[in-house]
């Protein structure tokens, strides 16, 4: 069936690092990639997408290429910022968008 | 555009007792909505799927008669907790979706749950 695996957080990193959040995957087909971000005490929140293989979704300064060769997603930021903290899902859609199998999540703490 | 909500946010009853959460879609009709269950730093685990107007789809091991799901119209799905224990004390997710391929689930703020 479908996976997600994404690294074991937490991630904790000073304000204006670079970030990376590596999600790869197992899927049949061709399922589209999300990243979600949940704050706390919040539901999930969608960050961005890709729908086909080397597409790259982007918003707020994160950014994600969908590598088919690689069967990954990794989410990556130039300088993050302490509001970034939160958790973060790596998602895949499949089925016609039937299903969604999202990772286990990464929380990223940012310290001033 | 693409809002759903959740109410009540934050929920705490006695053992016993049951306990209703709502899903609403605000500006958009849901055919298809979802109830995710989610443990404390765990990923969401999909309870059941409910598509309007028909009986919902429960995950293994989710028993249907503890966790009732009613999905009466295009924007409002139920979410009942029956006989509610301290093991069904959660973070409550749903989504909804409309019909057609290539449509995304969008998901509510989420309910927590505590049962004493």
């Known amino acids: 069936g479908d996976s997600v695996t994404q690294m074991e957080g937490p991630v904790t990193l000073s304000e204006e690092a670079f970030l990376t959040i590596n999600c790869t995957y197992t899927a049949t087909g061709y399922p589209s990639l999300f990243w979600y971000v949940q704050y706390p005490g919040e539901g999930l929140q969608l960050l961005l997408k890709a729908t086909k293989a080397d597409d790259k979704g982007s918003n707020k300064g994160f950014e994600a290429t969908y590598r088919k060769e690689t069967t990954s997603f990794h989410l990556e930021k130039g300088s993050v910022q302490v509001s970034d903290s939160a958790v973060y899902f790596c998602a895949l859609y499949s089925g016609g968008y039937q299903k969604v199998t999202f990772g286990t999540g990464t929380k990223l703490q940012v310290i001033p | 555009g693409a809002v759903v909500s959740q109410h009540p946010s934050w929920v705490i009853c006695k053992s016993g007792t049951s306990v209703k959460i709502e899903c609403r879609s605000l500006?958009?009709?849901?055919?298809?909505m979802f109830w995710y269950r989610q443990f404390p730093k765990q990923s969401l685990m999909l309870m059941a799927t409910s598509n309007e107007g028909s009986k919902a789809t429960y995950e293994q091991g989710v028993e249907k008669d503890k966790f009732l799901i009613n999905h009466a119209s295009l924007t409002l799905s139920t979410l009942t907790v029956t006989s509610a224990h301290p093991e069904d004390s959660s973070f409550y997710i749903c989504?909804?979706?409309?019909?057609?391929?290539?449509?995304?689930?969008?998901f509510g703020p989420g309910t927590r749950l505590t049962v004493l």
């Open positions: 500006d958009f009709q849901a055919t298809t």
């Open positions: 989504s909804a979706r409309t019909s057609g391929i290539l449509n995304e689930q969008f």
